[in-house]
């Protein structure tokens, strides 16, 4: 028992059992009193632990940056039946907190701000626990604007359609805030990220993506961690398959072979065009590129060599195709020139007179490989000539009803060439009637015998047609011509013949050369020569010498007399002749 003092003691810091403290009292004449039981008491002076405080989520960019946007605060490390109070002001004042955590408001706290202590059950508190500085963000930023695909992703014709060919795009926007995170989901898939730059911009590559179509959309988190809403989207097509080579033939192979790549029509038709594509041309073997427009493009005149014209297309993702490569072309536009076209025999009485019994007109002046065509009536319609000439049928023609044309293996027409007027006449004359010799000529005792001493005779003739030329043949060979006059007679004197007997004909040849058949032959006898003198003498010489002339008997001989020859005798010493007959 320990003597008390006063009206109180002090246990020292101890756990004292039931009964284990008790009090009594003396009186002044020495009587005890009863005791005094206390129950079990704990006396306790020492202070509890700070406890443990952290952030429910740091869903900044760092999970230790005290940057969060939920402002829960977990506080571990309490003592059992203790209680427990926090601080947002460095402790000036206190909130009694309950349960294990405590949310703290949206704002920003000092380093030490917030603060926990507990207060044990024996009301001992003890030193407050603090957390670093906090920024707690629970808004979140602006929705985005869509994200753009970047003009050297944009492979398209235009760099704003959103096609590519770039499996690995790369999308950037702006309006964001400096060091937040741009966020890219492709298809509602987070794709890539990106921190905001100071001028609120950002730039994202995807990874590698197939070939399809896509909704790109991006969102802004901020440094808490507060992530707005995902942006509209922005489809893309990504297309990195490069479409197939586009057709290319010629609009119009006008060459005279069908398919001999020879035109005068340069139109080339571009076919196999994949939607929405672009296409190109190259005239110089795919040095250079031009842009078509529609389904055709049109080659100038000129020449060109295999593989010189070329044709590819571009989808609207860039892919290039392979290129349709042409065969040789020759673009020919230049007519050829007219032929030269003439008779091949202008049989008439002049060779320029148009008039003839050859319808043949001769062709030349042709290009290589062209070919031609003519007309018999002015050009209204059109014979294909073969070879080099062409036969007209018998007829007149007026001044430039006969044309030629060529047409080249390109396929173009030159101007005509033409002839004057013609005539063809392959008729000819009926055969004349046997000439006649004049009566001049005929020199024998009639003028019908055809014996004549003209060496030189005229023969004559009629029935033939004004203009037609007669022409006499001695023993078939021609021997003179004259011109048909207007009563249809003509008149030949031939050149010089010697003595004979010959077959004299003639025949008739019109003005355009036709010759009919000679006439039945007129046997002429052409002598010169005189005969020799006849013998003359008396038949009978009565006289007495008996070769004296003296006769009784006037009768004359007459001998060594020509076959058919005529005989004269003259009693007068030549000035009158009688005609004798017989042989005396």
């Keep these: 028992w320990n003597t008390g003092t006063g009206t109180s003691f002090t246990l020292s810091e101890a756990t004292y059992a039931a009964s284990a403290v008790r009090i009594r009292q003396t009186d002044v004449a020495g009587n005890v009193s009863s005791e005094t039981v206390m129950g079990s008491i704990n006396v306790d002076q020492t202070n509890p632990p700070a406890p443990t405080l952290a952030l429910a989520a740091d869903t900044g960019s760092s999970n230790s940056d005290g940057i969060t946007s939920n402002g829960q605060v977990n506080v571990t490390g309490l003592e059992a039946n203790s209680s427990w109070q926090y601080s947002t002001d460095s402790g000036q004042t206190w909130n009694t907190g309950t349960g294990s955590s405590f949310t703290l408001a949206e704002g920003t706290y000092a380093n030490g701000a917030v603060q926990v202590r507990q207060t044990d059950l024996a009301g001992n508190t003890g030193s407050p626990a603090s957390l670093g500085a906090l920024t707690i963000d629970s808004s979140a930023p602006s929705t985005p604007a869509a994200p753009d695909l970047t003009d050297a992703s944009d492979t398209g014709p235009s760099n704003t359609d959103n096609y590519t060919s770039d499996n690995t795009p790369t999308f950037t926007g702006g309006g964001g805030t400096a060091g937040d995170t741009a966020t890219l989901y492709i298809d509602g898939v987070a794709s890539g990220t990106a921190t905001v730059d100071g001028s609120g911009n950002w730039t994202i590559t995807t990874g590698q993506l197939a070939d399809d179509v896509y909704d790109v959309t991006v969102s802004f988190t901020d440094t808490a961690g507060n992530e707005s809403a995902q942006s509209t989207a922005l489809e893309v097509t990504v297309d990195t398959s490069a479409p197939a080579?586009?057709?290319?033939?010629?609009?119009?192979?006008?060459?005279?072979?069908?398919?001999?790549?020879?035109?005068?029509?340069?139109?080339?038709?571009?076919?196999?065009?994949?939607?929405?594509?672009?296409?190109?041309?190259?005239?110089?073997?795919?040095?250079?590129?031009?842009?078509?427009?529609?389904?055709?493009?049109?080659?100038?005149?000129?020449?060109?060599?295999?593989?010189?014209?070329?044709?590819?297309?571009?989808?609207?993702?860039?892919?290039?195709?392979?290129?349709?490569?042409?065969?040789s072309i020759n673009v020919d536009q230049t007519n050829p020139p007219a032929p030269t076209l003439v008779l091949a025999a202008d049989t008439g009485s002049s060779n320029s007179d148009g008039i003839t019994s050859n319808g043949q007109v001769n062709v030349t002046g042709l290009e290589?490989?062209?070919?031609?065509?003519?007309?018999?009536?002015?050009?209204?319609?059109?014979?294909?000539?073969?070879?080099?000439?062409?036969?007209?049928?018998?007829?007149?023609?007026?001044?430039?009803?006969?044309?030629?044309?060529?047409?080249?293996?390109?396929?173009?027409?030159?101007?005509?060439?033409?002839?004057?007027?013609?005539?063809?006449?392959?008729?000819?004359?009926?055969?004349?009637?046997?000439?006649?010799?004049?009566?001049?000529?005929?020199?024998?005792?009639?003028?019908?015998?055809?014996?004549?001493?003209?060496?030189?005779?005229?023969?004559?003739?009629?029935?033939?047609?004004?203009?037609?030329?007669?022409?006499?043949?001695?023993?078939?060979?021609?021997?003179?011509?004259a011109t048909v006059d207007g009563s249809g007679n003509w008149t030949i004197t031939t050149g010089q013949l010697a003595d004979d007997v010959y077959d004299v004909t003639v025949s008739f040849t019109d003005t355009a050369g036709n010759e009919s058949a000679q006439s039945t032959a007129l046997e002429v006898t052409v002598d010169t020569s005189a005969p020799a003198a006849p013998s003359a003498t008396l038949n009978t010489d009565s006289g007495s010498a008996g070769n004296d002339s003296v006769t009784n008997n006037g009768q004359i001989d007459v001998g060594n007399l020509e076959t058919n020859a005529t005989w004269q005798y003259s009693t007068d010493g030549g000035q009158t002749w009688n005609t004798g007959t017989g042989t005396s």
């Design 245 to 327: 080579a586009p057709s290319a033939t010629l609009n119009t192979d006008s060459g005279s072979v069908g398919n001999d790549s020879v035109t005068n029509n340069g139109q080339i038709d571009v076919g196999n065009l994949e939607n929405n594509a672009t296409w190109q041309y190259s005239t110089d073997g795919g040095q250079t590129w031009n842009t078509g427009t529609g389904t055709s493009f049109t080659l100038s005149e000129a020449t060109y060599a295999a593989s010189a014209v070329r044709i590819r297309q571009t989808d609207v993702a860039g892919n290039i195709s392979n290129e349709a490569v042409m065969g």
């Design 368 to 481: 290589a490989n062209s070919s031609w065509q003519y007309s018999t009536d002015s050009g209204q319609t059109w014979n294909t000539g073969t070879g080099s000439s062409f036969t007209l049928a018998e007829g007149t023609y007026a001044n430039g009803a006969v044309q030629v044309r060529q047409t080249d293996l390109a396929g173009n027409t030159g101007s005509p060439a033409s002839l004057g007027a013609l005539t063809i006449d392959s008729s000819a004359p009926s055969t004349p009637a046997a000439p006649d010799l004049t009566d001049a000529s005929d020199t024998g005792p009639s003028n019908t015998d055809n014996y004549t001493s003209d060496n030189t005779p005229t023969f004559t003739g009629g029935g033939g047609t004004a203009g037609d030329t007669a022409t006499l043949y001695i023993d078939g060979v021609a021997s003179g011509t």
